[in-house]
């Protein structure tokens, strides 16, 4: 069985013609960017095809994107020839990028088990500036959802475990590097918009 890089490869054009046909989803993405001064420098991690860093990067910030689907990225590098893109998995350590002065994760932490919650939230302390922020879409609710994770695709069937995760595991597995500061965009859907704050 295939797994999420799989998917990913696999579908990266369909999430891209999504991305870049509509507008910001989330929407409140650039409630949250615009209230960073211009020229600030942003991660997207688990950036896909890149529309959400052509969003940003367009509203005068620079912008690093890193994506373990190399097939999303040779999209996003296409499309988005000035900003530069690594193939890399969030687990890893990518402080190679540099400090940042916020990270954006749109739906990236729905595949990083509960166990792999705090690695997850070390690596991107380790390249926030002091102060920084974490912009996260994640997916409420508890575990791993069948129906969301098994598909098939082109005859092969995938499995992109797709897990939800509740603002206290999220809490929880950050303790003593972030600490929660609000939630955005609130529209009583399945889909949960949070923002921590890097604690120094």
Not at 42 to 57: V, W
Not at 116 to 122: E, H, Q, S, Y
């Given at each position: 069985?295939?797994?999420?890089?799989?998917?990913?490869?696999?579908?990266?054009?369909?999430?891209?013609?999504?991305?870049?046909?509509?507008?910001?989803?989330?929407?409140?993405?650039?409630?949250?960017?615009?209230?960073?001064?211009?020229?600030?420098?942003?991660?997207?991690?688990c950036?896909?095809?890149g529309?959400?860093?052509?969003?940003?990067?367009?509203?005068?910030?620079?912008?690093?994107?890193i994506?373990?689907?190399?097939?999303?990225?040779?999209?996003?590098?296409?499309?988005?020839?000035?900003?530069?893109?690594?193939?890399?998995?969030?687990?890893?350590?990518?402080?190679?990028?540099?400090?940042?002065?916020?990270?954006?994760?749109?739906?990236?932490?729905?595949?990083?088990?509960?166990?792999?919650?705090?690695?997850a939230?070390?690596?991107?302390?380790?390249?926030?500036?002091?102060?920084?922020?974490?912009?996260?879409?994640?997916?409420?609710?508890?575990g791993?959802?069948?129906?969301?994770?098994?598909?098939?695709?082109?005859?092969?069937?995938?499995?992109?475990?797709?897990?939800?995760?509740?603002?206290?595991?999220?809490?929880?597995?950050?303790?003593?590097?972030?600490?929660f500061?609000?939630?955005?965009?609130?529209?009583?859907?399945?889909?949960?918009?949070?923002?921590?704050?890097?604690?120094?």
């Amino acid at each position: 069985m295939k797994g999420t890089a799989d998917f990913y490869n696999k579908t990266a054009l369909d999430w891209a013609e999504k991305g870049y046909g509509g507008e910001v989803d989330p929407p409140c993405l650039m409630d949250f960017v615009n209230q960073l001064d211009k020229g600030s420098r942003f991660l997207d991690l688990c950036c896909g095809a890149g529309y959400n860093s052509k969003h940003i990067q367009n509203s005068g910030y620079e912008v690093v994107g890193i994506d373990f689907s190399e097939e999303s990225l040779l999209i996003a590098r296409e499309k988005n020839p000035s900003i530069t893109f690594y193939n890399d998995n969030l687990l890893n350590d990518y402080s190679y990028i540099g400090k940042v002065d916020a990270i954006v994760i749109i739906a990236g932490l729905v595949h990083i088990e509960n166990r792999d919650l705090r690695t997850a939230f070390l690596r991107m302390h380790s390249v926030l500036k002091e102060n920084g922020q974490i912009f996260m879409s994640v997916r409420e609710g508890v575990g791993k959802i069948p129906e969301r994770s098994l598909t098939t695709i082109d005859g092969e069937e995938c499995d992109r475990n797709f897990i939800a995760h509740t603002l206290d595991e999220l809490t929880e597995a950050s303790k003593g590097l972030f600490s929660f500061s609000e939630e955005m965009g609130v529209d009583g859907t399945v889909w949960h918009n949070y923002v921590f704050k890097r604690e120094d």
